[in-house]
C-alpha cells in the first residue's frame, strides 16, 4: 500500500514537472513570447528568464513553473490595476464628456437668454420711451438682476419678485399721469394692498408671474441635474481598486503571460465575475441613476412647453409695455378708484410746482412728482392727458404749439386702434413662442448668431442621449469585457484563470449582495463606500428636485460640487451638437459687463455678468408699431 502511495506520488511530480515543460516549450522559444510581450509593456528584457523557471516565489499566479521572475509579477500587477483604471475611465469619457458638455451648454444658453431678454428691452424702452425711460433704467435692470440671482441660487421668490416689480411700476407711472400732488408713504401701501382688485395693469402681472415663476424653476433645476450627473459620473469613473480586487484583474490579465501564453484572452465569463466584483459598489448606483434619469428626461418635456424659458424670455418686453399700455387706458379709471379708496392727497403748492419746473421729470420712486405748468390748477379735473403733458413740460420737453392743440383733440377712441395692433403683435404666437420672430426685429434688436443651437436642437439632443446612459453602471463590466475578453466563439480556448480551455462558472449578479457567490473576487469587510452613498443621496435628492420642478412646484436650489472640466471646457467644440460655439451675448463690442454677486453659484463657472445699455439710438422703426404705446410718456414730445 505505502509503495502504492509511493508510486502515485511520484507520478504526480512527474506530471507537475512536465506540465511545467510544457508552458516553456509552449511558444517553441521558451519565454521568448513573453519577452517580447513584457517588452511591449516597457519594461526591460533582461528581467525575463530565457526559459520556465520554479514559481515557488509567486504570490498571485499559479506556483508551478513560470516565465515570471517576482519582480515581473509585482509590475505586471501594478499594469493590470493600471489598465483597469484606464478603461474604466475611458468607457465612461463618451458619458462624462456629455454631461460636461451639456451642463456647461445649457446653463450658457439659460444666461444668454435673460441677457438678450434685458437688450431687447433696453433697446425697445429706449426707442419708444427716450429719456424718460433711460432715467429709470435701474428699475428695469433690477428685474432682470433678480432674475441672475434666482437662476445663480439666491434664496429670491420670483412672484413676490414680480409683484414687486409692477407695484413700483404702478406707483411710478401713477405719480406721472398724476404729477401735482404730494404723497405718502401711507397713500402708496393704500395702493399695493388694493392693486390685486384694481388691475391697473390688466392680466399681464397674473400671466407673466406665472410664466416667469415656472420657468425659471424648470430651467435652474435642469441645468442643475445636469451638473450633478455630471459630478456624479467624473468622480465615480475614477476607481480604486481593492487589494482583492487588484489580485483578481492580475490573475485574469497577466497570469496567461506568467504561464507562457501572452496572446490568450480570459474567458468572457470570468472577466465578467472579474469586473463584477471589483465594481460591485459602483453597481449599488444604478437604481438611483436610472430614477434620476427618468426624472431628468421627464422636465426636458417642460422645456418644449408653455414653461419653456425661451418663450417667456423672448418676448417679455413686449409684455411689459402691454402692461403699460393697459395703465395708460385705464388711466382715468385707476386714479378715480384709488382716490377713492385711498383719498385724494393734498395739492403740491404753488411754490413747489414753479420750483419742479426747473427739475428733470422721472418715474419717481418716491414721492418726487413733476409740476404742473404754472398758475394752472388741476384739483377736481380728471386725470388724463393733460397731467401728464405737464409733467413732460416740466422737464423741458414742451412740444410745439401745433402738436399741443392736436393733442388736445385726441381721445381714447383714436388710440384705441393703434392700441389693438400692439396688442397683437404682442400675441404673435410667433414671437410668444420665440419662433417667426425675426420679421418683428428692428436693427436694434439682439438677434442670436447663426452657430448658436436654438432650444429644439439642445432638448432633442439631450432627450437621446440621456436615455442611453439608463443602466450604465451595471453595464460598465459588459463594456470593458467586450474589448479585452475572448470571443464567446473560442470559449474552450481561452485562459481560464488558471489554465488555457473553458470557463465553467456562470456569471453573477450586479452590486454587492451577489457578489457572495463570486469565485473570482472574494468579498472583503469594509465599511460602506463614502462616495458612492453620498452619489446616491446627491442622485435621490435631485431627483425629487427633478420631479418637483415637473410638477410645478416651487424647488429649493441645490448646491452642487464645484467643478472644472479643465482648460478648453468652455470651447463646447466637438459635442455634436450645430453651433459648438460658446454662446455670447451679442453685440459684446457695444456692452459693458458689469460684476454680478454670486456667492453659491456651482454649475460650471462663474456667470457672465450682466449686460449693460447700448449708447445710442436705434432706428425709429419699433414706432411704427408701438406708436400709441408712448401715449401717456412721449405723447407731446
Not at 434666482?150 to 399721469?177: K, N, P, Q
Request: glycine share 8%.
Amino acid at each position: 500500500m505505502a509503495l502504492s502511495l509511493d508510486f502515485i506520488l511520484s507520478l504526480g511530480t512527474i506530471l507537475t514537472v512536465f506540465s511545467g515543460f510544457s508552458v516553456a516549450l509552449s511558444g517553441q522559444n521558451g519565454c521568448a513570447d513573453v519577452r517580447d510581450a513584457y517588452q511591449d509593456k516597457g519594461f526591460s528584457t533582461n528581467e525575463v528568464p530565457d526559459f520556465a523557471v520554479s514559481g515557488d516565489h509567486l504570490r498571485i499566479c499559479q506556483q508551478s513553473f513560470t516565465c515570471c521572475t517576482a519582480d515581473m509579477e509585482e509590475k505586471l500587477s501594478q499594469t493590470s490595476t493600471k489598465d483597469f483604471k484606464d478603461i474604466v475611465f475611458a468607457k465612461s469619457s463618451s458619458s462624462r464628456e456629455y454631461f460636461i458638455r451639456r451642463a456647461e451648454r445649457f446653463d450658457n444658453f439659460f444666461k444668454e437668454l435673460i441677457d438678450r431678454g434685458q437688450l431687447d428691452l433696453r433697446y425697445m424702452f429706449t426707442e419708444t420711451y427716450g429719456s424718460l425711460y433711460q432715467q429709470n433704467s435701474e428699475f428695469f435692470d433690477e428685474l432682470f438682476e433678480n432674475f441672475r440671482r434666482y437662476y445663480h441660487g439666491r434664496d429670491l421668490d420670483l412672484a413676490e419678485t414680480m409683484e414687486d416689480f409692477f407695484t413700483e411700476l404702478l406707483r411710478r407711472m401713477f405719480v406721472l399721469l398724476n404729477p401735482n400732488y404730494e404723497y405718502t408713504d401711507a397713500f402708496w401701501e393704500c395702493v399695493a394692498e388694493h392693486t390685486a382688485e384694481l388691475k391697473p395693469f390688466g392680466d399681464v402681472p397674473q400671466k407673466l408671474t406665472l410664466h416667469v415663476k415656472r420657468a425659471f424653476i424648470v430651467a435652474r433645476t435642469f441645468v442643475q441635474g445636469l451638473s450633478v450627473g455630471r459630478d456624479v459620473i467624473s468622480q465615480v469613473s475614477e476607481v480604486t481598486p481593492s487589494a482583492e480586487c487588484q489580485k483578481s484583474l492580475m490573475r485574469m490579465s497577466y497570469c496567461p503571460h506568467c504561464r507562457g501564453l501572452p496572446d490568450t484572452k480570459p474567458c468572457y465569463n470570468l472577466c465578467l465575475n472579474t469586473l463584477k466584483g471589483c465594481l460591485a459598489e459602483q453597481a449599488e448606483l444604478d437604481a438611483a441613476w436610472n430614477n434620476y434619469i427618468d426624472a431628468i428626461l421627464a422636465l426636458v418635456d417642460r422645456l418644449e412647453g408653455p414653461v419653456n424659458i425661451e418663450f417667456v424670455m423672448e418676448p417679455i418686453d413686449i409684455r411689459i409695455s402691454e402692461a403699460i399700455m393697459n395703465m395708460q387706458e385705464n388711466a382715468i379709471t385707476v386714479t378715480t378708484k384709488v382716490f377713492t379708496g385711498c383719498g385724494k392727497p393734498r395739492l403740491k403748492s404753488r411754490l413747489t410746482r414753479r420750483d419742479a419746473d426747473t427739475e428733470e421729470a422721472t418715474l419717481p420712486a418716491g414721492n418726487v412728482t413733476a409740476g404742473a405748468e404754472d398758475g394752472a390748477s388741476t384739483e377736481g379735473a380728471p386725470v388724463g392727458e393733460h397731467e401728464a403733458a405737464t409733467g413732460r413740460e416740466a422737464a423741458g420737453e414742451r412740444p410745439p404749439e401745433g402738436q399741443r392743440e392736436a393733442a388736445a383733440g385726441r381721445g381714447a377712441d383714436q388710440r384705441a386702434p393703434s392700441t389693438r395692433r400692439q396688442r397683437q403683435r404682442g400675441r404673435d404666437p410667433g414671437r410668444g413662442q420665440g419662433r417667426g420672430r425675426d420679421q418683428d426685429r428692428g436693427p436694434h434688436r439682439t438677434t442670436p448668431a447663426d452657430n448658436v443651437p436654438t432650444m429644439e436642437k439642445l432638448v432633442k439632443d439631450v432627450r437621446s442621449n440621456l436615455r442611453e446612459t439608463k443602466g450604465f453602471w451595471t453595464l460598465l463590466p459588459y463594456m470593458f469585457c467586450d474589448d479585452v475578453a475572448a470571443d464567446v466563439a473560442v470559449e474552450n480556448m481561452c485562459w481560464n484563470g488558471h489554465s488555457k480551455g473553458s470557463y465553467t462558472h456562470p456569471p453573477v449578479g450586479n452590486g454587492i449582495a451577489n457578489q457572495v457567490d463570486n469565485p473570482e473576487v472574494p468579498m472583503e469587510t469594509a465599511p460602506p463606500n463614502f462616495l458612492i452613498n453620498k452619489h446616491i443621496t446627491s442622485l435621490r435628492t435631485i431627483t425629487s428636485r427633478l420631479n418637483g420642478a415637473f410638477n410645478g412646484e416651487d424647488v429649493e436650489w441645490v448646491d452642487t460640487e464645484p467643478y472644472s472640466s479643465g482648460s478648453g471646457s468652455g470651447s463646447g467644440s466637438g459635442d455634436g451638437i450645430e453651433g459648438g460655439n460658446e454662446v455670447g451675448v451679442i453685440g459684446a463690442n457695444e456692452v459693458d459687463f458689469t460684476e454680478v454677486e454670486d456667492p453659491i453659484y456651482r454649475p460650471t463657472r462663474k456667470p457672465n455678468s450682466a449686460p449693460s445699455l447700448c449708447v445710442g439710438y436705434a432706428t425709429r422703426w419699433l414706432l411704427s408699431v408701438c406708436a400709441t404705446t408712448v401715449f401717456a410718456f412721449r405723447l407731446l414730445w
